[in-house]
Nanobody, 118 residues
Framework: QLQASGGGLVQAGGSLRLSCAAS????????MTWYRQAPGKQREFLAS??????NYADSVKGRFVISRDYGKNTVYLQMNSLKPEDTAVYYC???????????????WGQGTLVTVSS
């Protein structure tokens, strides 16, 4: 299970920090990723993190930072210099292996709403 939190209302230029914690029967987690979906638009990739590498969408590079606490099975998204066009529901995704010998499967959080006012 993934639980996302940290969304809310913020003025343009402000910052928010989103969290997404994985819980339950977890053997290991590979990649953890943040997406968002604005009204009337498709879900958009924002940032991903594995042990080896992090990747960012051009739209958020330099403003958003993804980080992980491996001990807590949690991924964060620090969002700075927020713009009204960042308004969306933000979702986290994790590739989770629930036991030795099992395959990684995708799990999604429930989404957290971020609203940026101008």
């Amino acid at each position: 299970q993934l639980q996302a939190s940290g969304g809310g209302l913020v003025q343009a230029g402000g910052s928010l920090r989103l969290s997404c914690a994985a819980s339950g029967r977890i053997y290991s987690i590979n990649g953890m990723t943040w997406y968002r979906q604005a009204p009337g638009k498709q879900r958009e990739f924002l940032a991903s993190s594995t042990v080896q590498v992090t990747n960012y969408a051009d739209s958020v590079k330099g403003r958003f930072v993804i980080s992980r606490d491996y001990g807590k099975n949690t991924v964060y998204l620090q969002m700075n210099s927020l713009k009204p066009e960042d308004t969306a529901v933000y979702y986290c995704n994790a590739e989770v292996k629930m036991g030795w010998g099992e395959t990684y499967k995708d799990y999604w959080g429930q989404g957290t709403l971020v609203t940026v006012s101008s």
